[in-house]
């Protein structure tokens, strides 16, 4: 895992200056994937790893998407009793007993998983609203391993009211096209 933790609005400023001037606008929608994970303050004023840190422009972390939810509760258990017994932590014999229940580096999944949080980035970048509430829809902001899991890939769509807003913002993106048409 990339051992560093970067600021993650911070980041996002550098990366800001580096877009081509003419597309430096909110007209246009950026997001960047990353394996370096950024972190940010939650509201318990603790900094957290994020999947996904909303802004201008926007960056999915794979490494995040990794590392930021939640293994499970046991995982944590035999890798303390494993550091504790062997001075040094085994990572590959930790996470053995608990495949698939999360993602990991090179995980196949990871690219679904992925996607799904770039939407979050694109709708944030049109409503501001970043996370939705229900953990059956992709913008929810899962807290576990599990729940991540379950909402971008179980569950891989969005719930009653996002599916009307995605509707809406496509529905709006299609009369402009057409406007500039005529
Ligand atoms: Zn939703």
Known sequence: MPGVLYDG???LRVMRDLLP??????RVLHIAFEHRILGTFDDDGRYHARAVVC???SVVSTSG???APAKPAAYYRVK????????????DAVKEPFKGQFIDYDDPRLTEVARGYALQAA????T???????SACRLFNGHWQAEMITAQLES???CPRHERVAAEISGLARRERAAKKH
């Not at 501001?128 to 229900?134: P, V, W, Y």
């Open 21 to 26: 001037r003419a597309e430096r606008s909110l």
């Open 80 to 91: 303390a009793q494993l550091a504790l017994a062997l001075g040094a932590v085994p990572f």
């Open 55 to 57: 802004g201008y422009p």
């Open 128 to 134: 501001k609203e970043a996370f939705c509430g229900d």
């Open 9 to 11: 609005y911070r980041y």
């Open 123 to 126: 709708i944030y970048h049109i």
């Open 156 to 158: 891989g769509g969005l």
């Open 65 to 67: 998407i990794v590392e």
